[in-house]
């Protein structure tokens, strides 16, 4: 049983940063992609950032030069370190991670296998 468990969600003013964590139950070795995405309030689910077991990424173009994500293989966590903030950020976001191979398109239409239950982040203006 996968589990992947969400942190670092909170409350933020724009411009102001957080990281988010997210934790794997066993070795994300066995992950071919993980990623981050998130869903605002009347909104379809997005990608966000994701990172394949080579060490590529992909990034929304709304979240480029802004978030970075990363992964630590010896930890079982990725991260993403969101930057310059602004209230089109406020979302939930879930990690989530695909242990076959997969597509760049699947990734961006959220084909993973296993997914967090999210951190909601909030920015304030």
């Known amino acids: 049983q996968v589990q992947l468990v969400e942190s670092g969600g909170g409350l933020v003013q724009a411009g102001g940063s957080l990281r988010l964590s997210c934790a794997a139950s066993?070795?994300?070795?066995?992950?071919?992609?993980m990623g981050w995405y998130r869903q605002a309030p009347g909104k379809q689910r997005e990608l966000v950032a994701a990172?394949?077991?080579?060490?590529?990424?992909i990034y929304a173009d709304s979240v480029k030069g802004r978030f970075t994500i990363s992964r630590d293989n010896a930890k079982n966590t990725v991260y993403l370190q969101m930057n310059s903030l602004n209230s089109e950020d406020t979302a939930v976001y879930y990690c989530?991670?695909?242990?076959?191979?997969?597509?760049?398109?699947?990734?961006?239409?959220?084909?993973?296998?296993?997914w967090g239950k999210g951190t909601l982040v909030t920015v304030s203006s």
């Open positions: 066993g070795s994300i070795f066995r992950f071919n992609a």
């Open positions: 990172i394949t077991s080579s060490g590529s990424t």
């Open positions: 989530a991670a695909e242990p076959r191979g997969a597509l760049i398109a699947t990734i961006k239409s959220g084909g993973m296998e296993y």
